[in-house]
């Protein structure tokens, strides 16, 4: 099984965002290291907690710190921005790292509704233009306007014999629905939402069309993990994120907490309550515990790959647990026995 990683840059408590930066560079350095297929970046503003808010620049910084493995984001917040130039700024990444790009795009506003505002008062507004921007981002990309179509001599450049891969990302049925309808790669977030997403992911499959360059129907099921040589040690870990969804579904953006601070803060039954609810959305334990319940999913969500997320207290446990799930599912065997297989084509 192909697995790949996201990273959404957490700011630990006591550390710098510039830190934070420079441990997702650290890590997409372990990570093509240790055979994962994908390291992608993901966009959030004005957050305390993480600290990428433009994921097509340290996307750069990255590619270039690794060798093999593809580097993409996850995602690039359409709404805010010009098609053609996000079209363009992923064309010049190909150019420079050619076969090693995806451009992962989303339409969540990644902050609150007065960062939206701030960033742009009109991506939001009553018409919902996210299916026209990525129709037209896409035919930026593949140069596949039609004739009639306002832009059709706009050329996006720098041209060259490949584009990015394009991954639509999202966690709802309105997602899966327009990938399939614009026969693009689809990436569901169930570490969102754990519900209702096997069924988004089989709708998906069941209406794709070939519009473009793929063929049949690619998809990937993102799931928050984390990994520990022992159960009880993974749960101890995992004290930090369920911290921080307790302060967000109230409202609170916070740093991570490290791990002692998570565990020495009292709880009272009603917070016990909401902790439990949203741990339905993550994968606590051992190696091999983990990799029964990401074949699983796997399975259930029909999924070429699985993205995984891992975000604890302190950066040795969250690298540990990434070398944990690449011994287990033997990554850095397969990276070579099949060196191709770093292509973005689905196996």
């Known amino acids: 099984m192909r697995l790949s990683i996201l990273d959404q840059s957490p700011i630990i408590s006591g550390h710098t965002p510039t830190q934070a930066i420079r441990e997702t560079i650290e890590l997409a350095r372990a990570a093509d290291r240790l055979g994962y297929h994908r390291y992608w970046l993901a966009e959030h503003h004005a957050m305390k907690g993480l600290a990428d808010p433009c994921p097509e620049i340290l996307l750069g910084q990255v590619a270039a710190a690794t060798e093999r493995i593809r580097v993409g984001t996850g995602g690039v917040l359409l709404p805010y921005y010009s098609p053609l130039k996000v079209a363009e700024v992923f064309r010049m990444y190909e150019a420079l790292f050619p076969g090693r790009i995806d451009l992962g795009i989303g339409r969540a506003p990644g902050g609150t509704r007065l960062l939206a505002q701030a960033m742009n008062a009109e991506a939001f507004g009553a018409e919902e233009r996210f299916p026209v921007q990525v129709q037209e981002m896409v035919g930026y990309l593949n140069d596949a306007f039609p004739a009639d179509y306002p832009y059709h001599e706009v050329k996006a450049m720098p041209s060259g014999a ?18 399939a309808y614009l026969g693009l790669r689809f990436s569901f977030a169930h570490f969102i939402s754990a519900h209702g997403g096997p069924s988004v992911a089989r709708a998906y499959r069941h209406h794709f069309r070939s519009v473009y360059r793929d063929e049949r129907p690619c998809s990937m099921v993102a799931v928050f993990v984390i990994c520990a040589d022992a159960q009880d040690q993974a749960e101890r870990l995992a004290a930090s994120i369920d911290l921080r969804r307790l302060q967000m579904s109230r409202g609170e953006e916070q740093p991570i907490a490290t791990t002692d601070q998570a565990l020495s803060l009292p709880l009272d039954e009603g917070e016990r309550a909401i902790i439990r609810r949203e741990r339905a959305r993550a994968v606590v334990g051992t190696p091999a515990s983990v990799k029964t319940r990401l074949l699983e999913l796997q399975e259930e969500f029909l999924a070429d790959e699985v993205m995984v997320i891992t ?21 850095d065997e397969a990276a070579h026995a099949h060196p191709t297989s770093r292509t973005g ?3």
């Open 345 to 347: 084509d689905c196996p």
């Open 162 to 179: 490949t584009i990015p891969e394009i991954w639509l990302l999202g966690s709802s049925d309105y997602s899966g629905s327009l990938a």
């Open 311 to 331: 975000i604890t207290g302190d950066y040795a446990s969250r690298l540990h647990s990434y070398e944990l799930l690449a011994d287990v599912f033997a990554l």
